[in-house]
């Protein structure tokens, strides 16, 4: 469900951020492509989830509505959470292209 926030290290009181930069760079596979795929892939299990909620409540199988209701805006979030990463990675693109050299 957090997938999205890596866990924090605390920082010294000298302000050494170094434990912060290692846990950065040991993120899943090391790398930005690496972590963003992997978190597609949470969002897709997330919709399918929501989804499969979605079909019990329709046939009348589902056990709560309040937990199909929370599994659907929990993948609301997510979608939007991807949307706005995916718009941020496309204006960096674009503003890198318009660079001169």
């Given at each position: 469900?957090?997938?999205f926030?890596?866990?924090t290290a605390?920082?010294d009181?000298?302000?050494?951020?170094?434990?912060?930069?290692a846990?950065?760079?040991?993120?899943?596979g090391?790398n930005?492509?690496a972590?963003?795929?992997?978190?597609?892939?949470?969002?897709?299990t997330?919709?399918?989830?929501?989804?499969?909620?979605?079909?019990?409540l329709a046939?009348?199988?589902?056990?709560?509505?309040?937990?199909?209701?929370?599994?659907?805006?929990e993948?609301k979030l997510?979608?939007?959470?991807?949307?706005q990463?995916?718009?941020r990675?496309l204006?960096?693109?674009q503003?890198?292209m318009r660079?001169q050299?």
């Open positions: 469900m957090n997938d926030i890596l866990p605390p920082i009181a000298t302000g050494d951020a170094a434990g912060v930069q846990q950065a760079a040991a993120a899943p090391g930005f492509a972590w963003f795929d992997h978190q597609l892939g949470a969002l897709d997330q919709m399918a989830s929501a989804e499969k909620g979605v079909q019990q046939a009348g199988d589902a056990a709560s509505l309040h937990d199909v209701m929370i599994r659907m805006e993948a997510a979608f939007h959470l991807a949307v990463v995916r718009s990675l204006d960096a693109y503003e890198v660079m050299v």
